[in-house]
C-alpha cells in the first residue's frame, strides 16, 4: 500500500512539474539574459530601418515608428539600449535599480516626444502631438517647456544614477565638501604614505612602516595652522571640557581614511542558495533584504509561520557547505526585525580608516569628551561609544585579532579630544612593545608602567586618589565629576578672567582644583594576574565598583578570556565588553557570556556588548598602523612641549627617578609612599612589636592574638618576610625564625625596588 502512495505521489509531481510553464522553471538571471538579446535585436532593426539598411520590413518599420514618434524615431534605438543595459547590469542588483532606470528611460523618451510636438507639431508623430497637447492647452508653450525640461533632467538622474551627478557638482562648484573634516587625496597623498593592506602580510606591513617612519623629518607633518583640528572650530563641547587653547590637536589627515571596496560576488545568487538549502531540509523562508558591510554581507531571511529559529541554526555547517564560505554567523532573530539574519564573509574585504571615523559630525559635534571610535557596523554605519557611560571596558581576543590595534584606536580617540588638563593616562603595557610609543605625550601622569608590581602600586594610588575626590565632592557638595566642573570649577574660572581683565589682583584668588578624567590602561590582564592575581582583582574591583562618579575609568584587555583571568566579579562589575575573534566557544562565553566571537574573522572584526544592550553588535573596527600612532605622538611632542602646568597630576616613578613636571602636593604621591602606606597592614606594627618580644611568628599565634582570620594574618606574616622581620617558612607546623633582635631594632621596611 505505501509502494502504491509513493507511486501516486512522483506522479502527481512530475504532472505538477508538467503543469508549470518552461520559462517560469528557468532561472531569474537567463530570462533576464534571454529578454536584453531580443531587446538588443529589435533595437539593431531599428536602428538599420532608420539608415535604410534593413529591406522592405525595414522601411515598413521605420515608416510606423515616423508615423507613431516623429522625429524620436531616430532615438528609439538608443531607448531600446538602455532597457536591455538595465537588463544585463549586475553590479547593483541588490540594489534593485533596474525598474528605476527603465522608468528613467521611458521617461526620458516621451519628454523629448513632448518636446517636440510642443515646438514643431508636425514633427511630433501622434504620441508627441497626443501629449503636447493637452499640456499647451493649459499652461501655455513657455511653462509647457518648463515643465519638460524638469522632467527631462528627472529621466536623466533616473538612468544614470544620482550619486554621478552629485560628484559632478562637488567638483565644479564645491558647495557641499568639507574641506576641514574631510581631506582630499592629494592631501592625503602628501601625508600619509600608503600602507600594503594585505592581511596575510601584517607583520611584514609593520616592519616596512617602521623603517620608513625612520625616514620622515618632523617637517613633513603638517602645520596646526593649515589644518585645525575638527574638535577645535565644529564642536562646541561643553564649557568644562573646553580644550585649552594651548593644546594643539593633530589633523586628521595624519590618519588613513577607508580604502577599497568590499567584493560580495552574485548576492542574488547566494541568496537564492541559503533558500533551496533550507527549502531542502523542509524550512521555508522568504528572502528579505541584503546589507553590504566591510567585512561581512548580511542576508536576511523571513521564515514561515511555525518554523523554530534552532532549525535553522543548526543548519549552520550545510549553508557553510552550499555557500563554499567560512566561518557564516547566524543573528536569530535580527535586533528589532522579524527577520533572521546570515552573516556571510565577503571575498574581499574593504578596509576601515580610523581618519573618516574622526573627521565625521557625529564625532567632531560631540560634547563628551571621552568620545571614541569604534568602527563600522553591517551597514557601514560609524559607532562610536562615550567612555564615561561604559563606564569601564573589557577587550579580549585571540592572537591576531586586532586587539592591539583596538587599543590604539581608543586611545588615539581620545588624544585627538582631550588636552592633558582634561585627561591623564596610566597605561601598563607588560609587553613593553604595544604602549612604550606613547612615552613622552604630556598625557601621561606617569611612564608607561611595564613592571607588574608598579601596576599593583599605580592602581592603589588610583583608589587613593579615587577616595580624595569623593572628599572634594562631598565638600562642594556635587554628586559627579560633571557637576563639579560645570558648577563650580567652571564658573570660578570665569571669575578669574574677569578680575584680570579688570586688573584686579588676583594672587589671592581661590581657585577651585580641576579634576581631569583618568583613563587607567592594562594592555595585558593575565600577566599581572598570574604574578599578583590576589591584589589585582581586589584593585580592579574596588575603582570598577566606586570610580565612575570621580572620572576614573578601566580599559582591561588580554588574550587569554579564561575564566581565572576575567573572574566573575571582574565581569560583574565591567557591563562593556569588547569581544574580537577567539579560539573555542568557551572562551566566547567567558566574555560576553553567549557564543558569536569564535565565529569571527579576526583582524578587527568584532562584538561590541554595551550595558544597556542584550546582545552584541557586530563592528569592524578601525585599521590603525603603527607608522600613523608615531605620526599622531609626534605631533603631539612637537606642538605641545610646554603645554604641563602646575595644576596636572604628577606621580613618581619610583623604579627610574623620573616623573613629569607638577607640582600639586595633594595629587602627587610617589610610588615609594605608597608601598610603605598602602600595602602595610593597620596591625602590622602591633604585630611586628609581638613576633619581636616572643621571638615566635606562626599564622595562628596570630589569629588567636589579634582575633583575625587566616587570611589577614598570612597578609599579614607575607608583609613580616618581605620587609626581613621573619624568614622564610621551614615547614607547615614550625614557627618562622625571627631576624629581628628582642626590643624591637629597625623597622625593616624595604621598598619593592630596594629587593
Not at 559607532?383 to 588615539?412: E, Q
Request: aromatic residues 6%; contains cysteine; proline residues 5%.
Amino acid at each position: 500500500m505505501s509502494f502504491m502512495a509513493k507511486k501516486q505521489n512522483r506522479s502527481s509531481k512530475s504532472s505538477a512539474d508538467e503543469a508549470v510553464p518552461l520559462w517560469r522553471r528557468l532561472d531569474e538571471r537567463t530570462l533576464r539574459g534571454i529578454s536584453a538579446v531580443l531587446i538588443i535585436v529589435v533595437a539593431v532593426l531599428c536602428l538599420l530601418s532608420s539608415l535604410g539598411m534593413a529591406g522592405r520590413f525595414g522601411g515598413l518599420l521605420f515608416d510606423a515608428l515616423y508615423w507613431l514618434a516623429g522625429v524620436a524615431a531616430y532615438i528609439v534605438p538608443l531607448v531600446l539600449a538602455s532597457f536591455a543595459w538595465a537588463l544585463l547590469s549586475n553590479r547593483e542588483a541588490d540594489q534593485d535599480v533596474r525598474p528605476v532606470r527603465m522608468i528613467g528611460a521611458s521617461l526620458f523618451f516621451l519628454s523629448i516626444l513632448a518636446i517636440i510636438g510642443t515646438l514643431a507639431e508636425s514633427r511630433g508623430g501622434m504620441l508627441g502631438t497626443l501629449l503636447a497637447g493637452p499640456l499647451v492647452t493649459y499652461l501655455d508653450t513657455v511653462a509647457t517647456l518648463v515643465l519638460l525640461a524638469g522632467l527631462l533632467a528627472v529621466s536623466l538622474l533616473l538612468v544614470f544614477d544620482s550619486s554621478l551627478w552629485a560628484t559632478l557638482w562637488h567638483k565644479l562648484f564645491g558647495m557641499f565638501r568639507r574641506k576641514d573634516a574631510v581631506p582630499t587625496a592629494e592631501e592625503l597623498d602628501a601625508a600619509i604614505p600608503e600602507p600594503d593592506v594585505a592581511e596575510d602580510e601584517e607583520a611584514d606591513v609593520d616592519e616596512e612602516e617602521d623603517d620608513a617612519d625612520e625616514k620622515i623629518d618632523e617637517e613633513e607633518l603638517i602645520a596646526p595652522e593649515a589644518h585645525p583640528a575638527p574638535q577645535g572650530k565644529a564642536a562646541k563641547p561643553a564649557p568644562a571640557h573646553t580644550p585649552a587653547p594651548e593644546y594643539v590637536a593633530p589633523p586628521t589627515t595624519l590618519l588613513d581614511h577607508d580604502k577599497g571596496k568590499p567584493n560580495v560576488g552574485d548576492t542574488k545568487a547566494r541568496a537564492n542558495i541559503i533558500r533551496k538549502t533550507l527549502l531542502h531540509f523542509r524550512i521555508p523562508v522568504e528572502m528579505d533584504e541584503i546589507t553590504v558591510g566591510p567585512t561581512v554581507t548580511r542576508y536576511a531571511l523571513k521564515p514561515a509561520a511555525g518554523v523554530r529559529l534552532s532549525k535553522i541554526v543548526s543548519l549552520q555547517s550545510n549553508i557553510e557547505l552550499a555557500l563554499a564560505a567560512s566561518p557564516i554567523r547566524i543573528e536569530a532573530p535580527i535586533p528589532n526585525k522579524a527577520l533572521v539574519g546570515i552573516e556571510v564573509p565577503n571575498t574581499g574585504k574593504s578596509i576601515v580608516g580610523l581618519g573618516g571615523l574622526l573627521a565625521g559630525q557625529d564625532f567632531t559635534n560631540a560634547t563628551n569628551p571621552l568620545m571614541v571610535a569604534l568602527g563600522k557596523d553591517i551597514s557601514g554605519t560609524a559607532h562610536y561609544a562615550n567612555v564615561a557611560k561604559m563606564p569601564h571596558l573589557l577587550v579580549a581576543g585571540t592572537t591576531g585579532s586586532g586587539k592591539s590595534v583596538m587599543i590604539h584606536s581608543l586611545i588615539t580617540s581620545l588624544l585627538y579630544r582631550n588636552a592633558p588638563e582634561q585627561l591623564r593616562f596610566i597605561m601598563v603595557d607588560p609587553k613593553r612593545v604595544e604602549l612604550t610609543m606613547y612615552d613622552g605625550i604630556p598625557h601621561l601622569a606617569l611612564p608607561v608602567i611595564t613592571d607588574a608590581k608598579k601596576c599593583i602600586l599605580s592602581l592603589k594610588w588610583a583608589a587613593k586618589e579615587m577616595d580624595r575626590r569623593y572628599d572634594v565632592l562631598r565638600d562642594h557638595q556635587e554628586q559627579n565629576i560633571g557637576g563639579y566642573h560645570s558648577k563650580v570649577v567652571a564658573p570660578a574660572q570665569e571669575k578669574y578672567r574677569k578680575l584680570e581683565e579688570r586688573g584686579k589682583d588676583v594672587s589671592d584668588f581661590d581657585m577651585p582644583e580641576p579634576l581631569p578624567h583618568i583613563v587607567i590602561i592594562i594592555d595585558e590582564l593575565a600577566d599581572i594576574m598570574q604574578a599578583y592575581p590576589r591584589e589585582l582583582e581586589g584593585a580592579i574591583v574596588r575603582l570598577a565598583q566606586m570610580s565612575r562618579a570621580v572620572g576614573i575609568h578601566l580599559i582591561l584587555s588580554t588574550q587569554r578570556p579564561e575564566a581565572k583571568v576575567i573572574t566573575g566579579l571582574i565581569k560583574a562589575n565591567i557591563p562593556t565588553r569588547i569581544a574580537l575573534k577567539v579560539n573555542t566557544l568557551i572562551d566566547s562565553r567567558v566574555i560576553l557570556d553567549q557564543s558569536g566571537a569564535e565565529k569571527l574573522l579576526g583582524y578587527g572584526d568584532m562584538l561590541f556588548l554595551s550595558g544597556d544592550s542584550p546582545k552584541p553588535i557586530r563592528i569592524q573596527s578601525p585599521f590603525l598602523t603603527n607608522g600613523e600612532v608615531k605620526k599622531v605622538v609626534t605631533y603631539i611632542k612637537k606642538h605641545n612641549a610646554d603645554t604641563l602646568d602646575e595644576a596636572l597630576i604628577e606621580i613618581g616613578d619610583g623604579g627610574n627617578g623620573t616623573s613629569n613636571t607638577g607640582g600639586n602636593s595633594a595629587a602627587g604621591i610617589d610610588l615609594d609612599e605608597m608601598e610603605e602606606d598602602d600595602d602595610q597592614d593597620e596591625l602590622y606594627e602591633d604585630v611586628r612589636a609581638f613576633v619581636v618580644t616572643e621571638q615566635k611568628a606562626s599564622t595562628s599565634r596570630i589569629q588567636r592574638r589579634f582575633k583575625v582570620g587566616y587570611g589577614r594574618a598570612a597578609r599579614i606574616m607575607d608583609q613580616l618576610e618581605e620587609r626581613g622581620v621573619i624568614g622564610e617558612s621551614e615547614g607547615q607546623s614550625k614557627p618562622r625564625r625571627v631576624l629581628e633582635g628582642n626590643g624591637g631594632g629597625e623597622s625593616g621596611y624595604d621598598s619593592y625596588e630596594d629587593e
